[in-house]
T-cell receptor
Framework: SQELEQSPQSLIVQEGKNLTINCTSS?????LYWYKQKYGEGLIFLMM?????EEKSHEKITAKLDEKKQQSSLHITASQPSHAGIYLC??????????????FGKGTSLLVTP | SQTIHQWPATLVQPVGSPLSLECTVE??????LYWYRQAAGRGLQLLFY??????ISSEVPQNLSASRPQDRQFILSSKKLLLSDSGFYLC???????????FGDGTRLSIL
């Protein structure tokens, strides 16, 4: 099955600073999804990328998928305390026997300090 | 709009006891449904998914089972819980192939 590596595992940034989280796969990504999770809560869908070179933005968060569709990045501009949480990337499984299920990375824990 | 409900939010069960977690979706028809488990340090693990009533696919061999008795209802069960079943269980739905999955608030299960 496809494995997703996220980096860094954790991140502490000062409020107002920019940051980037990466998600890398050894195989082609069939749909790449970014989620945010607060501790003890469900995952909140942020963005979905499907085409090589695609880039999407929502408020201060920008996600990109590289041309080879094996790496994605999530960039937060001028971070705020409300951005704190765990960011997870998920990708569609290429194995058709697995239906439409997603594989997930282990997540990046983000803390934004005043 | 579509909503997904999971209950209970937290559960403490003794080893060897049965389990039933329920998940329901509102506002959509024929959703794909998923059960995931999130354990500390292990990320999010897919347990079961379903593309229709009575159709269940298992991703990981374990002492858990899933059922879909109605179109928008997904149930996770066990006859005898093990200590290793502790974790945060999340239900999700999606409306189309490789479409975004939308998650419930989760159930935190502790086995004593």
């Amino acid at each position: 099955s496809q494995e997703l590596e996220q980096s860094p595992q954790s991140l502490i940034v000062q409020e107002g600073k920019n940051l980037t989280i990466n998600c890398t796969s050894s195989k082609t990504l069939y749909g790449l999804y970014w989620y945010k999770q607060k501790y003890g809560e469900g995952l909140i869908f942020l963005m979905m990328l499907q085409k090589g070179g695609e880039e999407k933005s929502h408020e201060k968060i920008t996600a990109k998928l590289d041309e080879k569709k094996q790496q994605s990045s999530l960039h937060i501009t001028a971070s705020q305390p409300s951005h704190a949480g765990i960011y997870l990337c998920g990708a569609g499984q290429s194995n058709s026997n697995s239906g439409y299920a997603l594989n997930f990375g282990k997540g990046t824990s983000l803390l934004v300090t005043p | 709009s579509q909503t997904i409900h999971q209950w209970p939010a937290t559960l403490v069960q003794p080893v060897g006891s049965p389990l039933s977690l329920e998940c329901t979706v509102e506002g959509t028809s024929n959703p794909n449904l998923y059960w995931y488990r999130q354990a500390a340090g292990r990320g999010l693990q897919l347990l079961f998914y379903s593309v229709g009533i009575g159709q269940i696919s298992s991703e990981v061999p374990q002492n858990l089972s899933a059922s879909r008795p109605q179109d928008r209802q997904f149930i996770l069960s066990s006859k005898k819980l093990l200590l290793s079943d502790s974790g945060f269980y999340l239900c999700a739905w999606s409306g189309q192939a490789l479409g975004p999955q939308h998650f419930g608030d989760g159930t935190r299960l502790s086995i004593l």
